[in-house]
DNA sequence: ACCTGAACACCGTTCAAGT
DNA sequence: ACCTGAACACCGTTCAAGT
């Protein structure tokens, strides 16, 4: 007769003490915790909504993350490592730039709630997303950009994204003026875009995302002609 | 005989019931949390410790405030407040740009740690804000820019912009590879980085900001060049 | 109308006890 | 080693009672 407790068994209630396989990993607590961010917003990050989940105890998760911050730190690799580096080695600075940045948003397009909590938290030690900075920065100190400038620029374009991604998450009519008349040029360029981009088939947030990227982008290769000049040397 | 329980006194405690001269109002509550919010960080918005601050009971806000989203709500209205719209009457739509993008991002860089929450909380239904967009895609569309584009030249930067927001949030080491030989042009780009800017006295997210709208301006005055050449209007 | 004070349903975290 | 279960110090919010 098989013991009500045992392990296999859906549902049953685990007694207290070690169980004979283990219930718990970290990459399990880590991809349920996204799961349900992207399901519930930024209380799925909640150790006690991870852990109801998982049907353990809260503190069962300590014994695989140091804490909260441990816990959203997991998480952020997990999103991370979907952020396309590879084409610095295959095509021009400006174009792999705009290939990283496109990846770079839509990875967090794809959960929009864990990017106010995620850009607050400093980078864990030897992490994937460490890995990812010395693939973009290698890329771009190939193409003459100074080593002192390198990590601005991707701050830059860093920041850029992630308000793009939060403003992909909001609601399309957010800007909407909801008035007739008291704000006239603000009322006749919503609709004007509104008419514009539905000719086109695009997203409002899709289109200013477009054209911000395409303007720094633009702007940055100006600026590095401008110190390779600077510098003396023969620009391309 | 003065009553130790008077209002007037100083540390005393009040008894149960309305008291005879208001201690409370909304802008007294939002004022304090945006105090607090300054002084220890995310916390400061808590409903208690702002009520622990004032001397009354947490309930108590409750008379002014209908709960934490409205008392967040509030505080982002006291910040939004001090964005700068009036070079757009004064200087090239660029510059006046440029000088809206600054004042909003000290509007909250004066305030960091309200960023990662304000940024999360859709935005109001205000007058106020729609005031400022009727101003700056009035001063755009006089520039030039078509009418169904202003408002993505406008979102674009609102993304940057608060994107670096967060990053002025955040600890400034937060790129800090904090490995030795794993990750070489991450970890020589962070320390020229460090070393650059400790000679200039300016923080990391600074200068990366500055980079950033930099580009982003000499980007869009590149493209609406483009635009008036297209349409056969003589460029400036 | 406006505050107190108690209560309720939540958090994250710690730690002894059990296997 | 890895989980339970109780406990602790916190939250935001509701509501009757008091003036």
Redesign the pocket.
Known sequence: MPRPDDDATAGA????????S????RRLILETGLRLMDARGD?G?????I??EL??????????V????D?IAGVRELISDRIDVAGFDAVPWYDALERWADSYRAAFAAHPSTIALLTVTPLAEGSRTSEMYDAVVRGLVRAGWPEARALSVIVAIENFVLGAALDAAADPDMLDPRTEGRFPAFEAAFAARRESLAALGSAPAEDAYRLGLRAMLSGLRAILSGLRAERGAIGR
């Open positions: 209630r685990r007694g207290a003490g070690r169980p004979r283990r219930v718990l990993s209380g990050v909640g150790i006690r909504a852990a109801g049907g353990v105890q809260p503190s069962s998760l300590y014994n695989h140091s804490g909260r911050d816990l």
